[in-house]
């Protein structure tokens, strides 16, 4: 019996010893850790949130083109319907009434507003200068040079050569060149920071 309990008392503490030399992370130990992890998360945010603000700019600069595209196919198909000289009604249109379908991101037409109440990241037309605006949304790059620029604004222009002098196209006058969505406002967001500087 005797070595039976000697036995018991080697077991309980050899398992006394194993608690001890096993405590876990000491509180150094796991301020070191969260360091570690805060700086690895801050590198990854300061190389990633500016693709989120480059991936807004991009989608601004399709949706351009997408209009660019439909304004075209509106002139054409009023050439070739014989009605050229309707391609003047164009000008200074809101060019989203010819799509096909509006983005989700467009609050309609706006007049006598305040245009810090358009929610950001949302197109919408301003019937007093009768441009399209697309409110640039807030960076998430931590730069703050793309605070001060111009949201972007676009103009649905008739191109034509106005041989008499009168700024208005008059189609057996004046030589139609097309149609075009003009930039007035907003190139320097829209050319890109790699780009413009």
């Given at each position: 019996?005797m070595?039976?309990?000697g ?6 503490a ?9 405590p ?18 801050a590198v ?11 991936a ?6 399709t ?24 391609i003047s009604?164009?000008d ?8 096909l ?8 037409e ?23 605006v ?7 790059s ?5 605070e ?22 008059e ?8 149609i075009?969505?003009?930039?007035e ?13």
């Amino acid at each position: 019996m005797m070595v039976r309990a000697g036995t018991s008392s080697g077991l309980n503490a050899r398992k006394n010893a194993s608690r001890t030399a096993s405590p876990g992370f000491s509180l150094l130990e796991l301020i070191v850790v969260i360091v570690i992890i805060s700086i690895l998360v801050a590198v990854a945010l300061d190389r990633l949130l500016p693709y989120i603000d480059e991936a807004e700019r991009i989608g601004v600069l399709t949706f351009e083109s997408q209009i660019k595209s439909t304004l075209m196919v509106a002139a054409a198909k009023r050439i070739a319907g014989g009605k050229a000289a309707s391609i003047s009604e164009l000008d200074g249109s809101n060019p989203m009434h010819l799509m096909l379908e509006t983005p989700d991101n467009y609050v309609g037409e706006l007049r006598g507003y305040d245009k810090n109440s358009v929610p950001r990241r949302n197109w919408y037309f301003d019937l007093n200068t009768r441009r399209l605006v697309y409110r640039i949304g807030r960076r998430f790059s931590w730069s703050d040079d793309n605070e001060s620029m111009n949201n972007p604004e676009f103009e649905v222009r008739v191109a034509f050569d106005d041989r008499n002098g009168n700024g208005r196209f008059e189609p057996g006058t004046d030589e139609l060149y097309g149609i075009r969505l003009q930039r007035e406002a907003g190139s320097v967001w829209l050319v890109g920071r790699d780009s413009a500087g």
